[in-house]
């Protein structure tokens, strides 16, 4: 996988350290290769040194990354240093002048911590040394191999020859594109497919943008004014859906207003899929195409179906169900939101739906749809606010109903169950543990507990996978799962990046707004 950091501000070239007591340091007499790229010392503004017969790194932005590591530098934290799992290419710092044979440096002052542990600069015999108002590491065998997985050896003719764990097959670039900020500090739209960029840039436009040329960009699509909000465009997103760029928006008020969906076609051309229906929910399964009228005031016989594209659409589904809705009855009334989960396997559609028929004692539940027969049968028993198919088997959470005062209301942080494709009794998973979002990947379940303040866990496993991370997004794309944790976590880690045997493959410690993952590059967007 490749990894393209996204920004719109300069990037530091290092971090400030405190320090006081000076040592004696050398440029490297010696060649010096990592990953089969040679460093250039004699011209370098932040050569690698010599302290104590070891040699030293230094930690500057891209020597870093090209490195498969991260540093970042905070008043509150001091320096963090973590393996990352992805290496960026070479990157020099040149100088006007040749470097001299030796030079003085300083011991680095303040905390660091490396792979999230602290480590004691005053009592490391190899510490920690700041030159050239940039903190340096030493190619210990404790860090070089235990901490950061490295191999090196010396040669007499060839002399330092480093390969780091991640190897050349995993480099990584930085790119700037002008996505827009929003007039409340959010950023616009993004998403990336297998050939091009997609953002949201100034003015309500959309544009295109090659992946080997970014510059190149073109716009594709001109989003309308909110009519709610004066002068501001309307909120889009952008999502890539088996290999297409989508665009979504909204206008209008919450009842009377209009869904749109674009297809943002390669050629700059658009197609609005929104299939006659002011609000929907549409999919496409191979040939067949399947649409939930979401409309309000809901209303029955909202599924429909067809075979191919030309083809006019039928109702699907039994009459009195409600489909596509988390629905609830409290006393009286009753009330509820809209549900995208869709799936289809062989001739069924699955969906959350509610028996209107039962009221006022109807629940929401997963159902099985035949879009031969139109044969609808409820899953299991057990109330549904969502679900996710993997393998052979459906994941869920339940809701229940809790008081907020005088109201009562529905809360859809509930328990996690998983019940067969086939139907049956659920099992529950997390026990007496509360969950408010989860994913599964290969059968592996990953769940954010309310009771451990939100932190991510591996069902069956006691600790968090990211211990004091407070998960803000979770999703599986392209058969990996993409964690975001809040920029105010105390853990280091920020995203993550996890593969199906569970291995995380990329971590960063800069914050992150938005992760995309199409055709084995991996794309995120800094939180600046």
Same mark, same amino acid.
């Given at each position: ?32 290769? *990592? #990953?089969?790229?040679?460093?250039? +010392?004699?011209?370098?503004? /932040? %050569?690698?040194? &010599?302290?104590? !017969? @070891? $040699? =030293? ?56 911590? *490396? #792979?999230?542990?602290?480590?004691? +600069?005053?009592?490391?015999? /190899? %510490?920690?040394? &700041?030159?050239? !108002? @940039? $903190? =340096? ?75 080997? !040329? ?315």
């Amino acid at each position: 996988m490749a990894v393209a950091m996204l920004a719109g501000f300069m990037l530091p070239h290092g971090y400030p350290a405190a320090a006081s007591r000076t040592v004696t340091v050398t440029i490297p007499a010696f060649p010096l290769t *990592v #990953n089969e790229v040679a460093v250039e +010392n004699s011209d370098s503004q /932040y %050569p690698w040194i &010599v302290y104590q !017969d @070891i $040699t =030293y790194a230094p930690m500057t932005y891209y020597d870093c990354r090209f490195l498969g590591l991260e540093s970042v530098w905070s008043a509150d934290r001091g320096l963090e240093i973590v393996r990352s799992g992805v290496h960026w290419d070479y990157h020099k710092y040149p100088s006007h002048t040749k470097n001299r044979a030796s030079y003085t440096a300083r011991l680095a002052e303040g905390e660091i911590r *490396v #792979n999230g542990r602290p480590i004691d +600069n005053g009592k490391e015999p /190899y %510490p920690f040394l &700041v030159f050239r !108002d @940039i $903190t =340096y590491f030493p190619l210990t065998w404790r860090f070089a191999v235990d901490e950061f997985g490295w191999t090196y050896a010396f040669d007499p003719s060839q002399g330092l020859l480093i390969k780091t764990a991640e190897g050349r097959e995993t480099a990584a670039g930085q790119i700037t594109l002008p996505i827009v900020t929003r007039a409340h500090g959010e950023k616009g739209a993004f998403t990336v497919t297998n050939r091009f960029y997609y953002y949201e840039g100034a003015e309500g436009k959309i544009y295109q943008a090659p992946l080997d !040329d970014p510059s190149s960009a073109r716009a594709v699509y001109q989003l309308p004014l909110n009519d709610m909000a004066g002068a501001d465009y309307v909120l889009a997103s952008l999502k890539t859906e088996a290999g297409k760029s989508m665009l979504y928006y909204h206008t209008g008020g919450a009842t009377m207003g209009s869904d749109y969906r674009i297809w943002l076609r390669d050629d700059g051309s658009c197609q609005e899929l929104n299939y006659g229906f002011s609000y929907a929910y549409a999919r496409e399964f191979g040939e067949f195409t399947v649409v939930i009228n979401q409309g309000v005031p809901p209303g029955g016989y909202n599924l429909y179906i067809r075979q191919s594209a030309g083809e006019d659409f039928r109702e699907a589904g039994a009459p009195g169900y409600l489909y596509g809705w988390r629905w609830t009855y409290l006393g009286n009334s009753a009330g509820g939101s809209r549900s995208d989960d869709l799936d289809m396997i062989g001739d069924d559609i699955y969906l959350l739906a509610c028996d209107r028929r039962r009221e006022p004692g109807a629940t929401t539940g997963i159902y099985r749809v035949n879009i031969k027969t139109d044969q609808t049968v409820r899953v299991c028993e057990t109330p549904a606010s969502d679900f996710i198919i993997d393998g052979d088997f459906i994941y869920f959470k339940d809701y229940y109903l809790e008081k907020n005062g005088d109201a009562t209301e529905w809360s859809e942080n509930g328990y996690l169950y998983r019940v067969p494709v086939a139907g049956g009794k659920a099992e529950k998973l997390t026990g007496t543990i509360r969950v408010s979002d989860y994913a599964v990947l290969d059968g592996q379940v990953y769940y954010v507990s309310l009771e451990h303040d939100d932190q991510l866990f591996r069902l069956g496993e006691r600790d968090p996978i990211n211990p004091g991370g407070i998960v803000k997004s979770l999703e599986i794309q392209q058969d990996y799962l993409v964690a975001i944790f809040d920029r105010a976590s105390t853990a280091s880690c920020k995203m993550m990046i996890v593969n199906k045997k569970g291995q995380i493959l990329f971590q960063t410690i800069e914050p992150v707004l938005m992760v995309r993952i199409d055709s084995g590059k991996v794309v995120f967007v800094k939180d600046e």
